[in-house]
């Protein structure tokens, strides 16, 4: 069975730093179809930082230069480092990891997503 857990969520304050981290079990993290979404209250969800089919990345247009996404393949994890941080970053933070074969930008269908940690930055 298949579970992603995301851990490092918290409450901290404007222009701050937190590195969220996922852990998959059951499931190896490969070198594409995977990243990370967030979900801010009353807003679709949307990617973070993805990669995508063809090992593309794409970053979400706000995050650009500020956050970064590493994979420990000695842990299985992925991590999302977060810096200077902003009120509109709070959101809950999701990890996914999928296959190939999906629609839209990313071309890759997400099976497996995690329970999502909550991210709250004040201003």
């Known amino acids: 069975q298949v579970q992603l857990v995301e851990s490092g969520g918290g409450s901290v304050q404007a222009g701050g730093s937190l590195t969220l981290s996922c852990a998959a079990s059951g499931y190896t993290f490969r070198s594409a179809c995977m990243g990370w979404f967030r979900q801010a209250p009353g807003k679709e969800r949307e990617g973070v930082i993805v990669?995508?089919?063809?090992?593309?990345?794409h970053y979400g247009d706000s995050v650009k230069g500020r956050f970064t996404m590493s994979q420990d393949n000695s842990k299985n994890t992925l991590d999302l480092q977060m810096t200077d941080l902003k009120s509109e970053d709070t959101a809950i933070y999701y990890c996914?990891?999928?296959?190939?074969?999906?629609?839209?930008?990313?071309?890759?269908?997400?099976?497996?997503w995690g329970q999502g940690t909550q991210v709250t930055v004040s201003s």
């Open positions: 996914a990891a999928g296959v190939a074969g999906g629609a839209g930008p990313y071309q890759c269908q997400f099976n497996y």
């Open positions: 990669i995508g089919f063809g090992r593309t990345i």
